[in-house]
Nanobody
Framework: VQLVESGGGLVQPGGSLRLSCTAF????????MGWYRQAPGKQLELVAT???????NYADSVKGRFTISRDNAKNTVYLQMNSLKVEDTSVYYC?????????WGQGTQVTVSS
């Protein structure tokens, strides 16, 4: 089982990035997927989730700026991040969950700085 994230990097405030997370080794369509982030010295926080039916949920801090989506044919979940702010700087982690099964990616760094 593996979750492989990509798409992180350095971007200026107001810019955009799209994160991708591709799943291997389990039936992707059966799992709810999510993005979480952790900044240095801070706790892990939920960014966005999408369930098997496509229902989404967002942290208040990213509503209207970030969009989570999934492509079950590609076993991939995306996080489109627009209007990025300095405070969005974090390591972003992909998560897959179904009952007691809970998988995490290795994380991808997003840095928002001028």
């Amino acid at each position: 089982v593996q979750l492989v994230e990509s798409g992180g990097g350095l971007v200026q405030p107001g810019g955009s990035l799209r994160l991708s997370c591709t799943a291997f080794g389990f039936t992707f369509s059966n799992y709810a997927m999510g993005w979480y982030r952790q900044a240095p010295g801070k706790q892990l926080e939920l960014v966005a989730t999408i369930d098997r039916s496509g229902t989404t949920n967002y942290a208040d801090s990213v509503k209207g700026r970030f969009t989570i989506s999934r492509d079950n044919a590609k076993n991939t979940v995306y996080l489109q991040m627009n209007s990025l702010k300095v405070e969005d700087t974090s390591v972003y982690y992909c998560n897959a969950i179904r009952g007691s099964m809970n998988y995490w990616g290795q994380g991808t760094q997003v840095t928002v700085s001028s």
